[in-house]
């Protein structure tokens, strides 16, 4: 059959399993995916008669079968497969952690995504970071930014969209805020950032700088994160003498070494005020980050340069 549509591959899957043949429904089930099929409540049925029905399960088709059921919207069954998996004593290993932290999230089932996250710590999977950027996306998912920023600092190493989960992750938090943070009576780092990521988020700059500065004089010391969020303020509200001047404070008076994510924003931001030429020479100073990241940086500041180079053009 040239064009093969939904019910034709779960009768073939139901077939397969109705006959015992649970390896082969299995596998026309794994087939269909590939295809880019999606499947509906009847192919689910099949997939775990097949599936359930094999005796020799291996990590791939547990993770597959986990992955099916998240992917597809469904993070209960999903959890469901991931117990089996744990109750047959399946080997475990960081896809299929990563795929059940993620089943948690979908659901916001803050309980069991966090006996996940002991059970990873358990079989030394923390230093996975697709496993990490699960566990931090549950967190915030969740509504644990404390939890969530803890162990984004924790660990070791990070990616963009490490970075990208954290912040959606405060900026989600953004609804009401203001008034719950006037509330506060004892205000700290999580709520602090959450607010100037928020601000951020809506191109209030100026707001962001005055936060920042009070909570200086409030006594919290601020981390990487909360200078990430006033130096993208600044660049996207125009504030570029002031994001230079928080951006050096940053290394100088706390001692905080810019990633090139940092780098990244700061030429950002030099580039959107025209100044290509700082911003030429702040990316010589990203050597020591390695060719991944000079590579990344190098690729903004062309975009932003090509950009004023065009607007110049038609001016």
């Not at 923390?126 to 920023?149: F, H, K, Q, T």
């Not at 601020?222 to 003498?241: E, K, N, R, T, Y």
């Not at 060719?291 to 690729?299: A, G, R, T």
Request: charged residues 20%; hydrophobic residues 40%; negative net charge.
């Amino acid at each position: 059959m040239p064009d093969r549509d939904v019910v034709a591959w779960t009768t073939m899957i139901a077939g397969y399993a109705s006959c015992n043949e649970h390896a082969y429904a299995w596998g026309m089930f794994c087939n269909m995916v590939r295809s880019e099929m999606n499947p509906d409540e009847f192919t689910h049925e099949g997939r775990i008669h097949g599936f359930f029905g094999i005796e020799l399960k291996n990590p791939v088709s547990w993770t597959t079968l986990i992955a099916g059921y998240t992917h597809g919207g469904n993070g209960h069954h999903g959890l469901q497969v991931f117990r089996q998996m744990l109750l047959e004593e399946a080997e475990s290993n960081p896809y299929s952690f990563s795929i059940a932290i993620r089943a948690c999230a979908s659901i916001g089932c803050q309980n069991y995504g966090k006996q996940i996250h002991t059970a990873v710590i358990k079989h030394g999977c923390e230093s996975s970071l697709p496993v990490m950027n699960s566990i931090v996306d549950m967190y915030c998912r969740c509504g644990c930014l404390s939890e969530a920023n803890q162990y984004f600092h924790e660990m070791t190493q990070k990616d963009l969209i490490t970075w990208n989960t954290l912040i959606a992750g405060y900026e989600k938090s953004d609804s009401n805020s203001c008034k719950v943070f006037t509330e506060l009576s004892c205000k700290n780092l999580v709520s602090w950032t959450s607010m100037m990521i928020g601000y951020g988020a809506h191109g209030y700059g100026r707001e962001v700088i005055e936060l920042f500065d009070d909570m200086v004089e409030s006594g919290i010391k601020p981390d990487q994160i909360v200078f990430m969020a006033v130096l993208s303020a600044c660049s996207h509200a125009g504030l570029v003498d002031q994001g230079l001047r928080y951006f050096n404070s940053m290394m100088d008076d706390y001692n905080i070494k810019p990633d090139h994510e940092i780098y990244g924003c700061v030429v950002d931001m030099l580039g959107r005020a025209g100044r290509v030429e700082e911003a030429y020479r702040l990316i010589q100073r990203c050597h020591s980050f390695g060719v991944h990241s000079l590579v990344l940086v190098k690729h903004i500041a062309f975009q932003i340069w090509a950009s004023w180079q065009l607007r110049k053009y038609w001016i």
